[in-house]
C-alpha cells in the first residue's frame, strides 16, 4: 500500500547529532465530536494536564482469568513462537512480546474492540479509530527485561510515518502490578513536549529495538529535567486494571527479579483522521504486523465471557 509523507515535519528527529526538545503542536484532547459520555470533565482535564488515566479493576477477574489462560496457551506453543509475531528474550527464550493478536487471535480480538476500552479512547480522540498497534507484553517471574525510557510517538513518527499526536495506547494488565515487579513508569506532564532524538535510523532496526531499544531513547540530561518537573508515577494496581496513555507520554519500566510474574495487553488506536504516511526517519516503514497500514474502523462491541 503505497502512501505518501507529509511535506512539513512538525516533530523532526533522529537527523543530527544531538537532542533538542520541541514544544507540542498538535492538542491533547480533541474535543467530543462524537458526544460520548464515558469520561467526565474531571477525568478530561487530568488526561490533558498528566497524559494518562488510570482504572483499576476494569476488567473483571473471570475476564482476566480467561485472557490469562489464552495468554499461557499462546506463550507455550513452540510453533507459534516461530512466527515473526512472536518476540523472545535473547537469552532465555521466554517470550517478551506478541504482536498483531487483535488480528490473529479471536479472544484478543473481542477485548480490542470492548467499549469500556474504545469508547475512552474516542472521546479523546474526537474522532473514530482504529488498531495501528497490538500486541501482549511478558515479564516472567526472575527473567522479565525492562523496557528504557520512550515515547512511543518518536518511533511511530521516525518509523512508521505516524503524522500527529492523535493517538492513545491502552495497557491491561493480566497479572497483578506491584512497584517491585517491574510495572509501568510514567513521567506526568511529558507528552507536553517533544524529545528529537539523536542519530539515525539503522536499516531493520526493529529487529533489535524490541529486544532493546537505544536509538529513539532519550538523553539523560533532559529526562533528568522532566523528571525533577513532573516526578514519576506508577501503574500499580490489581490484575483487570487499565492504563491510557497519550502517544508522546514518556514511559518505561524496569526488569522484573522478583517471582511475581507481570503481564498485559497493549492496544494503540489511532484516529482515522491520522493515517500512517511513508516514515519521516527511517528508510523503510517497519512490517505491518508492528505498524497497520490498513486502517479499519472499530465498532465497538462488549467482550462477554461467559461464568
Known sequence: MSVSKTVNDDYPTRNSDSFQVISRRDPIVYGNSLQLDVLDSDQVKFFE???????????????????SDELERLSKNEELKKQEQFVLEPQSGEVRSIFEVHKN???????????????????????DVYITQ??????????????????????????????????????ISLTDNYEFNGPLMVIPGSHKQFISCAGKTPDNHYQVSLKRQEIGTPDKENLEKMVKQNSIDTAKGPAGSVIFFDCNLMHGSSGNITPYP???????????????????????????????REPQVITPKSLEITI
Not at 498528566?50 to 483499576?56: K, N, Q, V
Not at 525510557?149 to 513518527?157: A, N, P, V
Open 105 to 127: 487471535n479471536n479472544l484478543f480480538e473481542k477485548l480490542s474492540k470492548d467499549p469500556r476500552v474504545v469508547n475512552v479512547v474516542r472521546q479523546l480522540l474526537g474522532s
Open 49 to 67: 494536564e498528566s497524559g494518562y488515566l488510570f482504572f483499576p479493576n476494569l476488567f473483571s477477574t473471570k475476564e482476566v482469568s480467561t485472557l
Open 134 to 171: 497490538s500486541r501482549i507484553n511478558r515479564k516472567p517471574g526472575f527473567e522479565g527485561k525492562e523496557f528504557y525510557w520512550h515515547s512511543d510517538f518518536e518511533t511511530w513518527h521516525a518509523e512508521d510515518g505516524m503524522p500527529h499526536m492523535r493517538a492513545i495506547s491502552c495497557s
Open 262 to 292: 507481570r503481564s498485559n495487553v497493549f492496544f494503540v488506536y489511532n484516529s482515522i483522521k491520522n493515517k500512517l504516511e511513508d516514515p519521516f526517519s527511517a528508510s523503510k516503514p517497519r512490517p505491518e504486523y508492528i505498524a497497520s
